[in-house]
Nanobody
Framework: QVRLVESGGGLVQAGGSLRLSCAAS???????MGWFRQAPGKEREFVGL???????YYAESVKGRFTISRDNAKNTVYLQMNSLKPEDTAVYYC?????????????WGQGTQVTVSS
């Protein structure tokens, strides 16, 4: 069992930056770690992921602005968000899965709110 806790959300002006953290209760070096977000009235959407070898993949909407990194020694994954836009406002979730090819994630955090004002 892996427990994930996100932190770092808050209110920021458009064009600003935030760094979210996802701290895991267990060792995450063997997991694929993903970030998702859900805006009010919308479905949850994929933001990006980082594989065990630290390769990263991003949704087109955030590519070039967001960066995912991992520190396996600290069992923590980060989402650096730059050039934030009002449309980035959402609850951000981190998730973990063992199988990269599986669509389903095994563990989810409780989410952290990010609000970008115009």
């Amino acid at each position: 069992q892996v427990r994930l806790v996100e932190s770092g959300g808050g209110l920021v002006q458009a064009g600003g930056s935030l760094r979210l953290s996802c701290a895991a209760s267990g060792r995450i070096f063997s997991y694929v770690m993903g970030w998702f977000r859900q805006a009010p009235g919308k479905e949850r959407e994929f933001v990006g992921l980082i594989r065990r070898n630290s390769n990263t993949y991003y949704a087109e909407s955030v590519k070039g602005r967001f960066t995912i990194s991992r520190d396996n020694a600290k069992n923590t994954v980060y989402l650096q968000m730059n050039s934030l836009k009002p449309e980035d406002t959402a609850v951000y979730y981190c998730a973990a899965k063992i199988d990269y090819f599986s669509a389903a994630y095994d563990y989810w955090g409780q989410g952290t709110q990010v609000t970008v004002s115009s």
